[in-house]
């Protein structure tokens, strides 16, 4: 059938099962979203700022394991998408860019809001087109979400030039994109997995390190099956919290610069790594040189160019992680590892995060710890990045599969309200508290119009300690409490611009009040910000400084350092 760019955009859209798109109109774009009133199955949420199209897109596929789709104009809403793009580059998360560029005729004249989008995102999507015609973007839309959520998922950005949304063309889409080059590797071989058994056989003392890929490939179950039976402890990472129940006798926490000191100190006692779908970044292994050097490795990744990178691999396994795991299953014996398990149990009593209620002030990991209570560990927790995140991902129980969402590779501050919006969208059925630094909420605070103007219930949870508390933390530590530009003197009146936005407000600023305001804002119909003015001298322990070892370690000051 004949039709024009635009619609041939919004046609495959719908092909692909996308039923919401993130996205701020301008000139080089206008041509798309004049078919979007066509297209009624196609929900537009306009933004504040393509940043935050981009950060919401996110948030809505890790909430929904659907790629998300964001659209912007060309030159600089193009480039504003490019943050929201990195984090989901990094964190490997399914996304599809569409943006506007101007016309033919014009690109590479430095016309107005003329950017090369595709070259500026070369190093930080899996792949990017430049659409040349109107009879291309069937295809083109097709191999986008399937490079998009295949394999190790990642961005995908597609550019296309104005007149190509008004050119005509005949609408064909493809069944199965055609791509000889493109063809990820998803069965484990099955000699390596014979192998990789026998070292687990051999191990006395082998810890799982279960990764994104876990959650990436929905192998819950199969991760479970595999650790009861060979009865090795699961580590998980940080971006795989909440892969593996963590009320579990197995499991063992997080590991790395902020997670708990006995998880990075089992991996150090370990004699068998079994890494899952994870890469051994620097925040977990410190020094990779002097990184667990008393234990062979197993690494099983699907992305051959993630293993032996930073950390060699004794055994190697590319492939999908659910198929991978239940062959490893059949191949492994029942395991017993008794004594090592009793060790796990007494790093554990040993190296302990601090009680919550300890505290006589009003503390951030207080406030988390609250939340898990009134939400009985089930919500669907967004955070931004800083001392809030770590906090976030200690304290909080994370009953629910899935349930942490961050900027973990990127970092990026300022994703706690976009992302969040982008969770709520795509998962309506779910609580969603947005744990934020006042520093990174101020970063993207405009799209709270957005959640007013669509009714998108989130919850926030500002933890207001007046600066940027991990910058403050470093420099305390490590800069002789040289302070440089990281106080803040003059913070908005959070609860009078929640007002202003048309949304609940409530300021805490005792223990007492902790409770209360959180039952307040979940019973509120409609997005709620509570204010938590919270100390500013409060540090994140434990604490392994960036690039030592374990035995580097910082454990909470008023904890009784144990002799290792």
Same mark, same amino acid.
């Given at each position: 059938? *004949?039709?024009?760019?635009?619609?041939?955009?919004?046609?495959?859209?719908?092909?692909?099962?996308?039923?919401?798109?993130?996205?701020?109109?301008?000139?080089?774009?206008?041509?798309?979203?004049?078919?979007?009133?066509?297209?009624?199955?196609?929900?537009?949420?306009?933004?504040?700022?393509?940043?935050?199209?981009?950060?919401?897109?996110?948030? #809505?596929?890790?909430?929904?394991?659907?790629?998300?789709?964001?659209?912007?104009?060309?030159?600089?809403?193009?480039?504003?998408?490019?943050?929201?793009?990195?984090?989901?580059?990094?964190?490997?998360?399914?996304?599809?860019?569409?943006? &506007?560029?101007?016309?033919?005729?014009?690109?590479?004249?430095?016309?107005?809001?003329?950017?090369?989008?595709? &070259?500026?995102?070369?190093?930080?999507?899996?792949?990017?087109?430049?659409?040349?015609?109107?009879?291309?973007?069937?295809?083109?839309?097709?191999?986008?979400?399937?490079?998009?959520?295949? &394999?190790?998922?990642?961005?995908?950005?597609?550019?296309?030039?104005?007149?190509?949304?008004?050119?005509?063309?005949?609408?064909?889409?493809?069944?199965?994109?055609?791509?000889?080059?493109?063809?990820?590797?998803?069965?484990?071989?099955?000699?390596?997995?014979?192998?990789?058994?026998?070292?687990?056989?051999?191990?006395?003392?082998?810890?799982?390190?279960?990764?994104?890929? %876990?959650?990436?490939?929905?192998?819950?179950?199969?991760? /479970?099956?595999?650790?009861?039976? =060979?009865?090795?402890?699961?580590?998980?990472?940080?971006?795989?919290?909440?892969?593996?129940?963590?009320?579990?006798?197995? #499991?063992?926490?997080?590991?790395?610069?902020?997670?708990?000191?006995?998880?990075?100190?089992?991996?150090?006692?370990?004699?068998?790594?079994?890494?899952?779908?994870?890469?051994?970044?620097?925040?977990?292994?410190?020094?990779?040189?002097?990184?667990?050097?008393?234990?062979?490795?197993?690494?099983?990744?699907?992305?051959?160019?993630?293993?032996? *990178?930073?950390?060699?691999?004794?055994?190697?396994?590319?492939?999908?992680?659910?198929? =991978?795991?239940?062959?490893? =299953?059949?191949?492994?014996?029942?395991?017993?590892?008794?004594?090592?398990?009793?060790?796990?149990? $007494?790093?554990?009593?040993?190296? !302990?995060?601090?009680?919550?209620?300890?505290?006589?002030?009003?503390?951030?990991?207080?406030?988390?710890?609250?939340?898990?209570?009134?939400?009985? &560990?089930?919500?669907?927790? %967004?955070?931004?990045?800083?001392?809030?995140?770590?906090?976030?991902?200690?304290?909080?129980?994370?009953?629910?599969?899935?349930?942490?969402?961050?900027?973990?590779?990127?970092?990026?501050?300022?994703?706690?309200?976009?992302?969040?919006?982008?969770?709520?969208?795509?998962?309506?059925? /779910?609580? %969603?508290?947005?744990?934020?630094?006042?520093?990174?909420? $101020?970063?993207?605070?405009?799209?709270?119009?957005?959640?007013?103007?669509?009714?998108?219930?989130?919850?926030?949870?500002?933890?207001?300690?007046?600066?940027?508390?991990?910058?403050? $933390?470093?420099?305390?530590?490590?800069?002789?409490?040289?302070?440089?530009?990281?106080?803040?003197?003059?913070?908005?009146?959070?609860?009078?611009?929640?007002?202003?936005?048309?949304?609940?407000?409530?300021?805490?600023?005792? *223990?007492?009040?902790?409770? !209360?305001?959180?039952?307040?804002?979940?019973?509120?119909?409609?997005?709620?910000?509570?204010?938590?003015?919270?100390?500013?001298?409060?540090?994140?322990?434990?604490?392994?400084?960036?690039?030592?070892?374990?035995?580097?370690?910082?454990?909470?000051?008023?904890?009784?350092?144990?002799?290792?």
């Amino acid at each position: 059938m *004949k039709m024009n760019g635009g619609q041939m955009v919004c046609e495959s859209l719908l092909r692909e099962g996308v039923d919401t798109i993130f996205g701020l109109p301008g000139g080089a774009i206008l041509p798309l979203y004049q078919t979007l009133p066509e297209f009624p199955g196609l929900r537009h949420i306009l933004v504040r700022h393509e940043q935050g199209a981009a950060h919401a897109a996110d948030g #809505y596929a890790r909430a929904t394991g659907r790629p998300g789709v964001c659209w912007a104009t060309s030159g600089p809403g193009a480039t504003n998408l490019v943050t929201g793009i990195a984090t989901a580059q990094m964190d490997s998360i399914p996304m599809v860019a569409i943006t &506007g560029q101007v016309g033919r005729a014009a690109i590479g004249s430095d016309a107005f809001q003329e950017t090369d989008i595709t &070259g500026i995102t070369l190093p930080i999507t899996k792949h990017n087109y430049l659409v040349m015609s109107a009879e291309e973007i069937p295809g083109v839309i097709r191999e986008a979400f399937y490079i998009a959520s295949t &394999g190790r998922p990642g961005p995908v950005l597609v550019d296309i030039p104005k007149d190509v949304f008004t050119e005509e063309g005949e609408f064909v889409y493809p069944d199965t994109p055609q791509m000889e080059s493109y063809k990820p590797n998803l069965a484990p071989h099955t000699g390596q997995v014979r192998r990789a058994a026998k070292l687990i056989k051999e191990a006395k003392r082998p810890v799982i390190i279960a990764g994104h890929g %876990v959650i990436l490939s929905h192998a819950y179950d199969e991760l /479970r099956e595999f650790a009861e039976k =060979t009865q090795i402890p699961v580590i998980t990472t940080l971006m795989g919290v909440s892969c593996f129940p963590t009320g579990h006798v197995l #499991y063992t926490g997080w590991p790395g610069m902020h997670g708990m000191a006995y998880a990075s100190l089992a991996i150090e006692e370990a004699d068998l790594l079994i890494a899952l779908g994870m890469r051994f970044d620097d925040r977990i292994t410190g020094n990779p040189a002097l990184f667990a050097l008393n234990s062979k490795k197993i690494h099983v990744d699907i992305d051959p160019s993630e293993i032996g *990178k930073n950390v060699p691999a004794d055994l190697p396994i590319v492939g999908d992680l659910r198929l =991978t795991l239940a062959a490893l =299953t059949k191949q492994v014996d029942q395991g017993s590892h008794l004594d090592w398990l009793g060790r796990i149990d $007494q790093l554990k009593r040993e190296h !302990p995060l601090v009680d919550p209620n300890d505290a006589q002030a009003l503390q951030i990991r207080y406030i988390i710890q609250q939340i898990s209570e009134a939400t009985k &560990g089930e919500a669907l927790i %967004v955070t931004g990045v800083g001392q809030h995140q770590m906090w976030a991902a200690q304290h909080y129980p994370f009953k629910q599969r899935s349930s942490l969402i961050s900027s973990c590779g990127s970092g990026a501050m300022g994703y706690e309200v976009p992302g969040a919006m982008g969770a709520q969208v795509g998962r309506p059925d /779910r609580v %969603v508290w947005s744990i934020a630094g006042d520093g990174g909420f $101020q970063m993207t605070m405009a799209e709270l119009a957005t959640l007013v103007e669509n009714r998108i219930p989130v919850k926030f949870a500002i933890m207001n300690n007046n600066c940027l508390g991990m910058v403050r $933390q470093w420099q305390q530590l490590f800069y002789e409490k040289s302070y440089v530009a990281t106080k803040y003197t003059h913070n908005p009146d959070f609860v009078k611009l929640a007002d202003a936005f048309g949304m609940l407000g409530l300021r805490v600023t005792d *223990k007492l009040q902790v409770r !209360p305001a959180i039952e307040e804002a979940m019973s509120y119909d409609g997005p709620a910000v509570v204010d938590f003015v919270v100390e500013q001298e409060d540090n994140v322990y434990p604490m392994i400084p960036a690039g030592t070892t374990v035995e580097q370690l910082m454990e909470e000051p008023t904890l009784q350092r144990v002799n290792r």
